[in-house]
């Protein structure tokens, strides 16, 4: 049902296109991305944005700021937990993303069919990164992803990971600013709309191009 409104809402706002190419991931093709991990018991200054931020539990009311973006997947509606929200200093959201521990393995299996590695005790998962495009361009996700990590130790979390593809290098660049670092690479085939996820050691090739990619840029 979740899925079903989430293309109607597409449809409403004339993304054939990303419903079309959707469609055609499904058929066949083979995504790759690398897990990152940040290790919240070593020594790390965490960036900051362009506006002063802080960070607190996403309520109800924030709604309001998000549900026209499009931009839970249905996180909310599942009863998700640990949603946190950066805003600013009038308390308005700017940013919002999901910490989800090793207690709720279950949901994250039975939400993302096997997206992501069942969590050890002492790990937790952070996904579903969303800037609203007002803030866009002020630094805020890797100040305010950083500092999220951070709340891990509230659930007993020593190591955080997230996931990215190979190729969104903005993103990849943010999660480093964030204290991340690849550990494993995600490689997820679909063929006739079935998919298969495998997790694997990163090869010595991605590696370097990841290395390459979030080189300074010379000026």
Not at 123 to 146: D, S
Not at 175 to 181: H, L, W
Not at 182 to 190: D, F, G, M, N, S
């Amino acid at each position: 049902m979740i899925k079903i409104k989430s293309i109607i809402a597409l449809l409403k706002k004339g993304e054939l296109k990303f419903i079309l190419k959707g469609i055609g991931k499904r058929f066949h093709s083979e995504v790759l991305a690398f897990g990152l991990k940040r290790d919240l018991t070593v020594d790390f200054e965490n960036p900051n944005a362009l506006i002063e931020l802080k960070i607190r539990p996403f309520n109800a009311s924030d709604n309001d700021y998000f549900r026209d973006e499009n931009s839970n997947l249905g996180l909310v509606e599942a009863h998700i937990e640990n949603c946190y929200v950066a805003v600013n200093t009038d308390n308005e959201p700017c940013y919002r993303q999901w910490l989800m521990g090793a207690s709720q393995n279950e949901k994250i299996k039975g939400f993302f069919k096997g997206s992501f590695p069942v969590l050890k005790n002492n790990e937790a998962l952070l996904e579903a990164a969303f800037t609203l495009p007002t803030f866009r361009g002020k630094r805020i996700m890797p100040a305010a992803m950083a500092r999220i990590s951070e709340k891990g130790v509230d659930i007993g979390a020593r190591y955080i990971i997230t996931f990215v593809d190979i190729n969104n290098i903005p993103s990849l660049k943010g999660c480093k600013r964030s204290g991340f670092n690849p550990y494993v690479l995600r490689i997820e085939k679909w063929f006739l709309f079935k998919r298969r996820i495998v997790f694997t050691d990163i090869s010595e090739k991605l590696l370097a191009k990841y290395n390459k990619d979030l080189m300074p840029s010379k000026k």
